[in-house]
T-cell receptor, first 113, second 116 residues
Framework: DQQVKQNSPSLSVQEGRISILNCDYT??????FLWYKKYPAEGPTFLIS?????DKNEDGRFTVFLNKSAKHLSLHIVPSQPGDSAVYFC????????????FGKGTKLSVKP | DVKVTQSSRYLVKRTGEKVFLECVQD?????MFWYRQDPGLGLRLIYF???????EKGDIPEGYSVSREKKERFSLILESASTNQTSMYLC???????????????FGPGTRLTVL
């Protein structure tokens, strides 16, 4: 049973517009959430994270929103750029898990010029 | 900057061969992880290690073993490679201090393994 779900396998957005990537989770014990970006033939790179004590974290063009009651988080990219085209993975962990992350299956974002 | 390196970017092996994938991190991280990534399946955890000589099974350990003799090095071993082990293999490390919630994992570039 998937504990972290990314229900959209792909997303296409026009350059300059907002990209919104969604992630749902089922484990209420998760208290730390991360987004990774992955280009083909490369390892994932850490993008942004959020602790469950917050509902928003912002870093430049990237903002992550957390809705604990809905067990939902989203990554907003504004404005989207062609270089943002990649697969985005959502991940979650719970306190005491010694750093184990549970990953979603990823969403492939395509930003068209 | 955290640096995680993997011994090969691309590897081609034959069925039945013993395969070693090496991973080295230079940030004195406690935790190290091996994943495989397959289209539509995301990242699946094979094995992880919290300390030297410690290892724990992940979600898909069958057909794999690991070795961690030194803190900075974590090896993944395919005792007898099979075609269904053709995949992208990713190594990661994290600081592992759970009191600080440093759960962020840092990944190497990956090894694309093809088993013929």
């Amino acid at each position: 049973d998937q504990q972290v779900k990314q229900n959209s396998p792909s997303l296409s957005v026009q350059e300059g517009r907002i990209s919104i990537l969604n992630c749902d989770y089922t484990n209420s014990m998760f208290d730390y959430f991360l987004w990774y970006k992955k280009y083909p033939a490369e390892g994932p790179t850490f993008l942004i994270s959020i602790s469950s004590i917050k509902d928003k974290n912002e870093d430049g063009r990237f903002t992550v929103f957390l809705n604990k009651s809905a067990k939902h988080l989203s990554l907003h990219i504004v404005p989207s750029q062609p270089g943002d085209s990649a697969v985005y993975f959502c991940a979650a962990s719970e306190g005491g898990s010694q750093g184990n992350l549970i990953f979603g299956k990823g969403t492939k974002l395509s930003v068209k010029p | 900057d955290v640096k995680v390196t993997q011994s090969s970017r691309y590897l081609v092996k034959r069925t039945g061969e013993k395969v070693f994938l090496e991973c080295v991190q230079d940030m004195d991280h406690e935790n190290m992880f091996w994943y495989r990534q397959d289209p539509g399946l995301g990242l699946r955890l094979i094995y992880f290690s919290y300390d030297v000589k410690m290892k724990e099974k992940g979600d898909i350990p069958e057909g794999y073993s690991v070795s961690r003799e030194k803190k900075e090095r974590f090896s993944l071993i395919l005792e007898s490679a099979s075609t269904n082990q053709t995949s992208m293999y990713l190594c990661a490390s994290s600081p592992g201090d759970i009191t600080l919630r440093t759960d962020t994992q840092y990944f190497g570039p990956g090894t694309r393994l093809t088993v013929l």
